[in-house]
């Protein structure tokens, strides 16, 4: 099991990891992340490629 | 970037909402069994009254504080042997961190402090460094209180001139440098420090690792609170038995808190643990509700304060943390609803302005609050849905904090929430009666 991270004053509400993983990140009415929970073994491919996706490099996989 | 995030970092001018309770250096310092016990300014005094602090390398100094149940006095209560193992597990020199930033308006135990004993703050910070091999003490000052400013640089000078080992008998220098925190809410914060100490913005940044481990220079930083500082000072001075005689036997030793009810002037009182809130209080403001913890902190109702011991452990299990020992007693006329409008509001025109979830939510959720003092009828429900949100989603905890504020509104006052949403304030009807 790992954990989803968020940079916070670097996030700039671009959603993309909602995109990727939904089941882990629902995205506030600013469209900002919430991070619903703990990454998966099934879902941390998706993980991974959320955090190379993230155009701010805003996200980390702990 | 979202255009309603872009307008609101763009519309952000800090300091445009004025804080409730303002900052003030006119104190009612109240005589103390310990910290507080004598006004000893200066150097000579200070080592007249308490001599040289024990000379203690890491394992001595963890087993006096363990013993002493030594937590954190700067709001967030952590054990501090478990800060101090941590720094000392680096395998980098560590730097020590007095912050006497006091960056909430309502607190003046710092303040208090610095005026009548600055010389244990130093001493505890000098022994730590002692102890963990660090070379550098750090001293952050308050940037919106200059008599504390003042004060708190000429005993690091005084300290510097007379003793130029740093207030230790070993042979180990020190060097001292001070810094002055910008006078906003979230300066204090540790990681803001952390920024401000490495010449940026005194502002809170994200840390993928607490500052003990990796904290200035990527060194391990051990940051606290100048009264636990002080605490630590003391222990070494004076030894564990005479704080083990003081407070209670699972709580040993005393706290500072800051007591600021209205047509007073604030006071700062030094309590053994265990003693009673409500023996604080000034008589006119006793049968109202008291926010403890500070504009962070949480609403008690009437009888809770009433019953209320002061025992940080006691306190965190009730859910009601004494924060860094602010109590804001409004009396029992106050509209709470009121008054956590107008707290909600200065603390949303603090943000630092970094992190979108503070940006767009603080001001979401003080016109929902806002909207609950005016009483209207999906307002308790927004507000609800809103605490939730914020907690966990910043570089620092002020989301946090200003989301239990607010939560404890809805806990505390349901009766003069409900009669708001009839169209009238409990309080007044109290008040007039």
């Known amino acids: ?28 009415e600013w469209g900002y992340p919430i991070v619903t929970g703990e990454v998966e073994e099934a879902d941390r491919a998706d993980a991974r490629a959320a955090v190379k996706a993230c155009p701010r490099l805003a996200l980390r996989l702990e | ?5 872009a307008a609101r970092r763009d519309r952000l001018v800090q300091g445009a909402v004025t804080s ?44 006096l504080v363990s013993a002493a149940g030594m937590r954190g006095r700067g709001g967030a209560g952590f054990p501090f042997a478990r800060k101090l193992a941590a ?9 020590v961190v007095v912050n006497a930033s006091e960056g909430e308006p309502a607190s003046a135990k710092d303040a208090a402090l610095v005026a009548t004993a600055p010389h244990l703050v130093l001493d505890g910070a000098a022994v730590a460094a002692r102890a963990l091999g660090a070379r550098e003490v750090h001293v952050v000052l308050p940037g919106d209180r200059p008599r504390t400013r003042a004060l708190l640089a000429a005993a690091v000078a005084e300290r510097v ?10 042979g180990s220098r020190l060097r001292w440098q001070t810094h002055i925190a910008e006078p906003r809410f979230v300066a204090g914060q540790a990681q803001a420090v952390l920024e401000l100490m490495a010449g940026r913005p005194n502002l809170p940044v994200t840390a993928w690792q607490p500052e003990a481990m990796a904290g200035h220079r990527g060194r391990p930083t051990l940051l606290s609170n100048a009264e636990t500082w002080a605490h630590v000072g003391l222990l070494a001075c004076e030894g564990l038995p005479a704080t083990l005689l003081r407070g209670t036997a699972e709580e ?3 706290t500072l808190v800051t007591v600021v009810a209205p047509g007073v002037r604030t006071a700062v009182h030094e309590v053994e643990h265990g003693a009673a809130l409500r023996d604080l209080l000034p008589a006119h403001v006793l049968g109202g509700s008291v926010l403890l913890g500070g504009f962070h902190g949480t609403w008690l109702t009437a009888d809770a304060a009433a019953d209320a011991v002061l025992s940080a452990a006691r306190l965190r299990a009730a859910g009601t943390p004494i924060g860094a020992g602010v109590v804001i007693a409004p009396g029992p006329r106050a509209c709470l609803l009121g008054l956590t409008e107008r707290i909600t509001a200065y603390l949303a025109d603090q943000s630092a302005g970094r992190c979108g979830p503070c940006v767009n939510g603080l001001p979401a959720l003080a016109d929902a609050v806002a909207g609950l003092r005016r009483g209207q009828p999906d307002a308790a429900e927004r507000v609800a849905r809103l ?27 349901p009766g003069e929430i409900a009669a708001h949403a009839r169209g009238r304030c409990e309080a007044s009807v109290r008040g007039a009666a």
Do not use: F, K, N, Q
Request: hydrophobic letters at 40%.
């Open chain 1, 1 to 28: 099991m790992s954990r989803l991270r968020v940079d916070w004053p670097a996030c700039r509400a671009h959603g993309i990891c909602h995109e990727l993983l939904p089941d882990v990140v629902r995205l506030d």
């Open chain 2, 87 to 95: 720094a000392a597990a680096g395998g980098r020199r560590p730097v």
């Open chain 2, 1 to 5: 970037m979202s255009t309603d995030t």
């Open chain 2, 387 to 413: 605490c939730g949100l914020l907690p966990g989603r910043g570089a620092c905890a002020h989301p946090d904090g200003t989301a239990r504020l607010v939560a404890s509104l809805l806990r505390a006052a």
């Open chain 2, 161 to 170: 001139a007379t003793e130029p080992r740093g207030g230790l008998l070993d």
């Open chain 2, 252 to 254: 040993p030793g005393t």
């Open chain 2, 20 to 63: 409730p309770l303002e900052v003030t250096e006119d104190l009612d310092v109240r005589p103390g069994p310990a910290l507080l016990a004598a006004h000893l300014p200066d150097l000579a005094a200070h080592r007249r009254r308490h001599g040289m602090p024990a000379v203690l390398d890491v394992d001595g100094l963890a087993a």
